[in-house]
């Protein structure tokens, strides 16, 4: 139901966007969220999104280069990165749920990740 893309290498100092797209309408009333899951470790939150769009919001690492927004009439989050770094590098997942959160567990819906390798 959450279908995620946008994954691929990138060199340090570079932007990327991931995409998000839900195939069911009513996700436009959800809220939505990224997570990265580095190798050995638990899935962390990146950014969220309320459903009308209007709050957002940024794990500290990521704050200042990544912008989460998203396009209820395609049903559709993103996720434009820049100034990434090697240590962005993680699979990425999109998620959702009717109130979503900075925890993980908070999220029901769940993509396939997306692998960004931030090369140095």
């Known amino acids: 139901q959450l279908q995620a893309c946008g994954g691929g290498l990138v060199q340090a100092g570079g932007s990327l966007r991931f995409s998000c797209a839900a195939s069911?309408?009513?996700?436009?009333?959800?809220?939505m969220g990224w997570f990265r899951q580095h190798p050995g470790k638990e899935r962390e939150f990146v950014a969220s999104v309320s459903w009308r769009g209007g709050s957002t919001y940024y794990a500290d690492s990521v704050k200042g280069r990544f912008t989460i927004s998203r396009d209820n009439a395609n049903s559709t989050i993103y996720l434009q990165m820049n100034s990434l770094k090697p240590e962005d590098t993680a699979v990425y997942y999109c998620a959702a749920d009717l109130t979503g959160g900075r925890q993980a567990r908070g999220y029901k819906y769940w993509g396939h990740g997306t692998k960004l390798t931030v090369s140095s």
């Open positions: 069911a309408p009513y996700f436009r009333r959800y809220d």
